[in-house]
């Protein structure tokens, strides 16, 4: 068995060729005296003729054949008859007249056909994945996955970056979610984790003297998943000595752009906008603001503090605040809409939701328009329109921009706000150092602890901690953030003070991070970095809308592999052998195939 050519790329120049091809049956019509069977493989479709006048034992054979049976064929290539060319594919002025007919593996019945419009719900997709990936439109995802490597990985060698490899089974440290424990047999009761990021190792590359670091890296988080989440997913990160946050935000947008170009021929903007988180929160309610659409969050508290309307005026008088949304010809909702939109913005942890109409004559529709200076609220919202509805959430600012900046994402869908073919690309910066946890009342870093403050700030580490901004940076895609970076903290002096705001002992942060403080005290170069979602980045680029649908083998939300069952139950002798038992209780079925579809 040896194939000529692939089955994407015979053409007319090829007529009159012996060749020989393999591949499945993706489809076969059977003409009576004629059979046709298109033959697939990744790279495309070729026609195959069976002619009971020109060969009856070969016509014979193929009327056995079924889809995605597995054959090899060897004929002559020929032009299509007049009008029956194809052109949808590249090979839809040619067929083979064959000779040659070997069947290599025959199929059973399929639980779902191999075409790009499948009528299959993603639980088979996934128990069936070897079959979900014959699809084309899944084998165009990884051959695009495959390309947007290969691109980055030549863009960073040109850059003078050394790419190296991290260790999988390393330390528990705390950084944010759960790690995944590995039990360690010949240390009982020890417990590798696998890494959430290479980021403490990384640090370490730069004080070895390595100065530019790249890795395509698996990483681990046993968090809740979501559609742009998974428990293992890959990164790419990459660090350098001796820079300053413009050096790797520019290296970066380059990139990105280089990769958006080469693989979609798509131009995006040059420089990327910037928004300080500030910014973001305030006028998005998100420090990951989708920008294809202009639907900003508007403050109302100087009108607050002057109106009628207690619960607005109480509540900022409090220390809270007031905003509102402007929806564009919204006075057209019905009163059920909007009382669907109250609920929601309760589910997104709103107490309530107030709302006005303008009327064409420019008065206030609302069960609140008595308490409201029409003329007064108009002038605050100047750019608010006669029949444009006002929605207003009055709160703690974490509320307001939480319900708001998810009602702004809502109602951009819903009223199809969003033009699908913009690419809106934009830097999230100067991202406050640590937030308040008013739970466990302490302070909690909003990135990472070993992210370093502006210069000018770090005085404020002894005073006011909470007014600190970073050096840290997020890029951000149509409302989802591709990756995240920081300059590094290269002083153990204001590593150590960071870990103490963050109530880190001495002796804990010792025992965590002990090899990256000793290597600070060794002469740590000035060092920052980033790592971009390569998943997250081929969902957007493949326009896809999970991220599992461009990661060969997922898991579902449950964080189950349905193909292979896993994770299963083990065996008592290698729980032993480890040195662990388990104390769960299992259901009667592990993984209950039908109950879970749609998971």
Avoid at 245 to 259: K, P, S
Avoid at 454 to 483: C, R, S, W
Wanted: with cysteine.
């Amino acid at each position: 068995m040896k194939r000529t050519h692939h089955c994407g790329e015979l053409k007319r120049s090829h007529v009159t060729q012996h060749v020989t091809l393999v591949g499945w049956v993706a489809g076969r019509r059977d003409h009576g005296g004629i059979i046709f069977i298109d033959l697939r493989d990744r790279y495309g479709l070729t026609q195959i003729v069976f002619d009971s006048e020109q060969n009856a034992q070969l016509h014979k054979q193929a009327d056995r054949l079924r889809n995605e049976y597995v054959i090899e064929v060897t004929g002559v290539v020929t032009e299509r008859p007049e009008g029956s060319a194809n052109p949808h594919i590249p090979t839809g002025e040619i067929e083979i007249r064959t000779d040659s007919l070997i069947v290599l593996n025959e199929a059973k019945p399929l639980p779902f056909a191999i075409e790009d419009e499948v009528n299959a719900t993603e639980f088979l997709r996934l128990k069936y994945r070897y079959l979900d990936l014959r699809r084309p439109h899944m084998q165009e995802l990884l051959r695009l996955r495959s390309q947007v490597s290969y691109l980055v990985r030549e863009y960073l060698h040109k850059q003078n970056f050394i790419e190296v490899e991290t260790p999988i089974l390393t330390k528990s440290t705390p950084e944010g979610a759960r790690d995944y424990l590995v039990p360690s047999r010949v240390n009982p009761g020890d417990f590798f984790a696998l890494p959430q990021s290479p980021q403490l190792f990384k640090q370490i590359l730069m004080i070895g003297g390595t100065d530019r670091y790249y890795q395509i890296a698996r990483c681990f988080r046993d968090e809740d998943l979501r559609l742009d989440r998974q428990p293992e997913f890959t990164q790419i990160d990459l660090e350098m000595s001796f820079v300053d946050r413009e050096d790797i935000m520019n290296l970066t947008e380059t990139m990105v752009r280089m990769v958006f170009r080469e693989t979609k021929q798509i131009i995006l903007p040059d420089p990327f906008p910037r928004l300080t988180f500030e910014e973001a929160m305030g006028r998005y309610g998100t420090d990951k603001p989708d920008l294809r659409f202009d639907l900003p969050l508007q403050s109302l508290n100087d009108f607050a503090k002057t109106c009628d309307f207690k619960v607005f005026r109480s509540m900022v008088e409090s220390g809270g605040m007031v905003k509102a949304l402007i929806i564009p010809g919204g006075a057209t909702f019905t009163r059920n809409r909007i009382d669907n939109l109250i609920e929601t913005a309760k589910e997104f942890g709103a107490k309530g939701l107030a709302w006005v109409k303008i009327s064409g004559d420019g008065s206030l529709d609302s069960s609140i328009a008595k308490f409201l200076n029409g003329s007064a609220l108009r002038e605050a919202l100047p750019t608010s329109k006669p029949d444009d509805l006002l929605l207003f959430v009055a709160d703690k600012a974490a509320i307001v921009h939480q319900v708001l900046g998810r009602l702004r994402l809502l109602l951009g869908e819903e009223s199809q706000l969003i033009d699908r073919n913009q690419w809106k690309p934009l830097w999230v910066i100067d991202f406050p150092m640590f937030e308040y946890d008013e739970g466990e009342k302490r302070y909690v870093a909003l990135h990472h602890p070993f992210t370093s403050p502006h210069a000018g700030d770090i005085g404020m580490l002894e005073t006011t901690p909470l007014q600190a901004k970073t050096l840290a940076y997020d890029l951000v895609l149509n409302g989802f953030e591709l990756g995240g970076g920081s300059i590094r903290i290269h002083s153990p002096n204001i590593q150590e003070r960071i870990f103490d705001l963050l109530n880190i002992s001495k002796e804990e942060a010792r025992e965590k991070f002990g090899f990256l403080l000793d290597g600070l005290e060794s002469g740590a170069p000035p060092h920052g970095g980033i790592a971009l979602g390569l998943d997250r980045l081929m969902m957007l680029l493949g326009q896809t809308e999970s991220i599992r649908d461009v990661i060969p083998f997922p898991k579902t939300q449950k964080a189950q592999c349905l193909m292979t069952a896993a994770p299963s139950e083990v065996s008592p002798n290698q729980l032993q052998e480890l040195s662990i038992r388990s104390t769960a209780k299992k259901p009667e079925a592990h993984i209950k195939p039908e109950s879970r579809l749609g998971q």
